[in-house]
């Protein structure tokens, strides 16, 4: 199983960028994982928020294999603690056997093709983050699942 995070744009900041490469580099150690940065659009200011998140919706349905299991990261997908977000990956390793996209958007979201190929989604809380931030944010958390799925001391009650 691979897990991939796909991403609109590239991360504007070195404090994310140092973060995020320590969490991928953690991640590394339990499961093959990749991360595919879409660039962003050119000349997006010209354009209204629906055609952003068609044009974006389009590229990011360009790097999505069919067989592959799409969740979003969008604020009105399911909420989990850390501990019911790793059952949900470790029933995914188990059970699912599709490798996995998780999907971070652009500043307006998705777009309705993009919602229509998702398998499911999920929020990482109920305040509205970054779409920068959620990449450190999400990674974190997927690293601390995989500890917490190994029985591992990185997570503490």
């Not at 305040?127 to 997927?142: A, P, Y």
């Amino acid at each position: 199983m691979k897990i991939t995070l796909l991403l609109m744009g590239k991360t504007a900041f070195s404090y994310l960028d140092e973060g995020i490469s320590l969490y991928e580099k953690r991640l590394s150690f339990y499961v093959n994982y990749t991360k595919i940065e879409i660039p962003e659009l050119k000349g997006a200011s010209s354009l209204r928020e629906e055609q952003i998140k068609e044009k974006e919706g389009e590229l990011i349905l360009k790097n999505i294999k069919s067989a592959e299991e799409v969740v979003l990261l969008d604020a009105k997908g399911e909420k989990f603690t850390s501990e019911a977000f790793a059952s949900y990956i470790e029933k995914k390793i188990i059970y699912g056997g599709r490798d996995i996209v998780f999907v971070v958007g652009g500043a307006y979201g998705f777009s309705k093709e993009v919602y229509g190929r998702a398998c499911g989604m999920v929020s990482l809380s109920e305040m509205t983050f970054s779409h920068q931030i959620v990449r450190l944010i999400f990674l974190e958390q997927l690293y601390r699942a995989f500890t917490i799925i190994k029985g591992e001391p990185y997570h503490h009650k």
